[in-house]
C-alpha cells in the first residue's frame, strides 16, 4: 500500500503540470509585465467579441446600445480569465512570465473565486473612473487620479507577509512562481 501511494503521488507532479515553487512570490516587475502582455492580448478578445456583438445586433452606431457592449464585453472577457485560471492557473502571458495562480492555500481555484478574483481585479481601474462624472473632472485631472490609483494598487504588492495585491488578498488568492 505504502509503494502504491507513493508511486501515485510521484505520477501527479508529471501529469502536465510544472513544479511549482513555493518561495517567495513574484516580484511586482514580473506581475506587471504579465499585465501588460495581457493587455496585449485582451486587445484582440475585445475586438472579436465587439464585431460579434455588431454584427449580431445589427448596430451601426457606436452609441446604439453601448450599455449592452459594455456588458458583453466584459461578460467575454470575464469568461476568458475564469476558464484560464480553473482549468491551468494561467493565461497565455502567464505562462510566459512563469506565474500561476492558485487559492491561497496552493489548491486550484474553483469558480466562485475566479469569479471573486476577477471582480474585485477591476478595483484596479472603476474606482478613480468612477471620480470622473461623479466630481465632474476633466481628463487630464481623471488620468492623474488613475495613475497614482494604480501605482498605489501596484505599491500594495510590496506589503504584507503574503506580498500579493490587494484584489489577491481579498479574493483569497496568489499568485507563485512556476518553476522552470
Known amino acids: 500500500m505504502t509503494s502504491s501511494s507513493s508511486s501515485s503521488s510521484n505520477a ?3 501529469r502536465a503540470e510544472p513544479s511549482v515553487s513555493t518561495g517567495t512570490p513574484p516580484t511586482v516587475r514580473r506581475r ?5 502582455y ?3 492580448l485582451l486587445f484582440g478578445v475585445v475586438f472579436v467579441a465587439g464585431y460579434l456583438f455588431s454584427t449580431l445586433t445589427q448596430q451601426r452606431n ?3 446600445h453601448h450599455n449592452l ?6 461578460l467575454v472577457v470575464g469568461l476568458y480569465f475564469v476558464w484560464f485560471w480553473t482549468h491551468s492557473g494561467q493565461t497565455l502571458p502567464m505562462k510566459t512570465w512563469r506565474l500561476r495562480v492558485v487559492a491561497a492555500n496552493g489548491a486550484p481555484l474553483s469558480a ?7 471582480v474585485l481585479a477591476w478595483l484596479w481601474f472603476l474606482p478613480p473612473l468612477a471620480l470622473h ?3 465632474g473632472l476633466r481628463l487630464p485631472q481623471t488620468l ?9 494598487w501596484a505599491a500594495s504588492g510590496r506589503f504584507g507577509a503574503s506580498r500579493q495585491f490587494l484584489h489577491d488578498r481579498l479574493a483569497g488568492t496568489r499568485v507563485i512562481d512556476v518553476a522552470r
Open 144 to 152: 492623474a487620479i488613475a495613475g497614482i490609483w494604480f501605482v498605489l
Open 38 to 40: 495581457e493587455a496585449l
Open 69 to 74: 457592449l459594455a456588458a458583453w464585453i466584459g
Open 62 to 64: 457606436g452609441l446604439t
Open 133 to 135: 462624472p461623479l466630481l
Open 12 to 14: 501527479s507532479p508529471s
Open 32 to 36: 506587471l509585465a504579465a499585465l501588460l
Open 112 to 118: 466562485w473565486r475566479a469569479i471573486a478574483r476577477y
